[in-house]
């Protein structure tokens, strides 16, 4: 059974602090080929490519993986369609939504940031502000579902060995040992 007190893993914090502070000071002293990286990712056609085939493929793994169960995730359609379409069409869905999004921003980005191409000609300030919310916000939660549904297609399951009285092993996995302590 495991302890219901959290611990922090400050290795991991200290590392992850260590990454945006170092970014932070290159933004900021080399801004003008940062501007130029960030240009060249978002306009790459790998970029949208990879991004989508990599969700895709998540999904369909997941899928291939954890056929014979059910769904533990909200569902796109319903369950009267199939666990496989849910998760083709769950992959094509989020990976449209996440490559849309980045096509969206980075129209927005070249705009604000650049004076050679104008994406949006109409719009105002509050129309494109508008925008980049709705986009970062499809973007992070379309980008945090294809997590989920990778971490739960990789998740190891960690398994013991138990002698019972009569000398035979039985091998119990976490989930089968969360479901016991579920159950009482």
Same mark, same amino acid.
């Given at each position: 059974?495991?302890?219901?007190?959290?611990?922090?893993?400050?290795?991991?914090?200290?590392?992850?602090?260590?990454?945006?502070?170092?970014?932070?000071?290159?933004?900021?002293?080399?801004?003008?080929?940062?501007?130029?990286?960030?240009?060249?990712?978002?306009?790459?056609?790998?970029?949208?490519?990879?991004?989508?085939?990599?969700? &895709?493929? #998540? %999904? *369909?793994?997941?899928?291939?993986?954890? +056929?014979?169960?059910?769904?533990?995730? =909200? @569902?796109?359609?319903?369950?009267?369609?199939?666990?496989?379409?849910?998760?083709?069409?769950?992959?094509?869905?989020?990976?449209?939504?996440?490559?849309?999004?980045?096509?969206?921003?980075?129209?927005?980005?070249?705009?604000?940031?650049?004076?050679?191409?104008?994406?949006?000609?109409?719009?105002?300030?509050?129309?494109?502000?508008?925008?980049?919310? &709705?986009? #970062? %916000? *499809?973007?992070?939660?379309?980008?945090? +579902?294809?997590?989920?549904?990778?971490? =739960? @297609?990789?998740?190891?399951?960690?398994?013991?060995?138990?002698?019972?009285?009569?000398?035979?092993?039985?091998?119990?996995?976490?989930?089968?040992?969360?479901?016991?302590?579920?159950?009482?």
């Amino acid at each position: 059974m495991k302890n219901g007190k959290s611990t922090y893993d400050f290795k991991l914090i200290f590392a992850s602090a260590l990454i945006v502070i170092l970014l932070a000071a290159i933004f900021f002293f080399f801004w003008d080929y940062s501007k130029i990286i960030i240009r060249t990712i978002l306009e790459s056609r790998l970029t949208n490519f990879l991004l989508w085939t990599v969700t &895709v493929l #998540i %999904f *369909l793994i997941h899928y291939f993986k954890h +056929k014979d169960k059910e769904v533990k995730s =909200e @569902t796109i359609l319903t369950k009267k369609f199939g666990v496989f379409f849910d998760n083709a069409l769950g992959g094509v869905t989020y990976g449209t939504i996440i490559t849309t999004s980045l096509t969206l921003l980075k129209g927005l980005y070249i705009q604000e940031f650049f004076t050679d191409t104008q994406y949006f000609l109409e719009f105002k300030d509050l129309d494109l502000m508008t925008i980049f919310g &709705v986009m #970062i %916000f *499809l973007l992070y939660f379309s980008v945090m +579902k294809v997590i989920d549904i990778a971490k =739960e @297609t990789y998740k190891v399951q960690h398994t013991e060995q138990v002698l019972t009285e009569d000398k035979k092993i039985v091998v119990i996995s976490d989930e089968q040992d969360q479901e016991k302590s579920n159950n009482h």
